[in-house]
């Protein structure tokens, strides 16, 4: 059968998106074709490696290959990494290769593997001075089969750049809907994590960057008197810039700080929730083309979404339809938004049933056979 190698530039493993997007995609692989994933090797992880798929909550297992990490200085490091990665991968004579490491995939599409390339953040992936040929070069067709790009907006912006446009294609995040099966009442979610049964709950998941709208949602909270903020995820030191934040606006008593907690956990969290909130602002630097996991996993979830308004948000999120949308950077636009969702009660079901439909169409699965699809092409 088949065999496809991804290759991660991801330090695994880790709480970061990064991370926990590749292993859910190789999950996802696994269920078209055998997988295996090269890896970067950092000995200070070691003894994180093991019980992958228990912490990450992984559908399928597939192999994992460790290529050390090599110490010379970003520059040639990266470089040195991706230069094993493509050996090793060489030497497993795979059928097709999925890398979002550049170095890796320009090598491998030169020497004629069928190869795709999977894009997040332009501004990241030009900072190698291979990514022009990599985009850019004709001779690496028909090796080269695809640069799958998580939004449009990221689709316009690497056509502008000078990617070939005939390369392009969209292929958003997704989310593993078997976590989300059987649906967990919010009364037994909340009883299974000690939250008031009572409690009009408001629930953020992801991290605490600076940026990303927590400190303008717990601004919201000050007109909602009667709201709870629970929050999932964040670095201990961002939990404590946040909690500060909080403290100084005297609403310690109706935040919950969860911290980091393990992924196959996250769906309770989100089941106790009567509102979702994902407050992107303009200061957060992805937000033009980004592709929040958090978003799938709102909608799978089957709960209310409220989410500031950006045209790669608008990519899957309908204001009115399968959420509500809200100005970013308005603390009071938040507030409105949560004040509607909590107070009618009609309006929420109505969205939150649709989002739950919506998102059948963006599992990991259907992604990687998609994503196979074209790689699969004579």
């Known amino acids: 059968m088949d065999k496809l190698v ?12 990064n991370c926990i997007q590749t292993l859910k995609m190789c999950s996802g692989f696994a269920a078209h074709v055998p ?23 992984l559908a399928r297992e597939f192999e994992v290959t460790w290529v050390p990490f090599p110490h010379w200085g970003e520059r040639f490091a990266v470089r040195g990494y991706a230069l094993a990665a493509a050996w090793r991968t060489r030497d497993r004579r795979a059928h097709f290769v999925y890398a979002r490491e550049p170095w890796s995939a320009y090598w491998l599409a030169r020497s004629g593997v069928r190869t795709g390339f999977e894009a997040h953040y332009l501004e990241e992936d030009r900072r190698h001075p291979v990514w022009p040929k990599l985009v850019g070069d004709p001779r690496l067709s028909p090796a080269l089969r695809g640069i799958f790009c998580i939004s449009k907006s990221l689709i316009e912006d690497y056509a502008a750049a000078g990617a070939r446009r005939e390369l392009l294609q969209w292929a958003p995040d997704g989310v593993d809907l078997q976590r989300f099966e059987p649906a967990v009442s919010r009364e037994d979610a909340r009883a299974r994590l000690g939250l008031p049964a009572e409690a009009r709950i408001v629930c953020h998941s992801g991290h605490l960057y600076p940026g990303r709208g927590v400190e303008e949602t717990l601004d919201a909270l000050t007109s909602l ?20 934040y909080a403290t100084g606006r005297d609403l310690c008593g109706r ?32 937000a033009r083309a980004m592709s929040p996991l958090k978003m799938f996993e709102y909608m799978a979830a089957g709960r209310p979404i409220v989410a500031t308004d950006f045209p790669s948000v608008r990519e899957v999120l309908r204001h009115g339809e399968n959420a509500l949308l809200v100005a ?35 599992t990991w699965e259907r992604r990687a056979g998609n994503i196979l699809s074209v790689l699969e092409q004579p």
């Open 35 to 57: 997988v295996e994933l090269i890896a970067p090797y950092y000995p200070e992880d070691a003894r994180q490696k093991a019980d992958l798929r228990e912490r990450f909550a």
């Open 6 to 17: 991804y290759i991660a530039r991801s330090r695994i493993p880790s709480s970061r998106a």
């Open 328 to 362: 970013p950077d308005s603390p009071d636009e938040i507030a409105r938004g949560l004040r509607r969702m909590l107070e009618d009660r009609n309006l929420a079901e109505a969205v939150a049933g649709r989002a739950r439909k919506d998102v059948e169409a963006y």
């Open 225 to 244: 008197p009667e709201v709870n903020l629970v929050l999932i995820g964040g670095t201990p030191e961002d939990v404590n810039r946040i909690r500060a």
């Open 255 to 286: 935040v919950r700080f969860e911290g980091t907690v393990p992924n196959g956990k996250v769906p309770l969290y989100l089941w106790a929730a009567d509102v979702l909130i994902m407050p992107y602002t303009t200061r957060t630097t992805t």
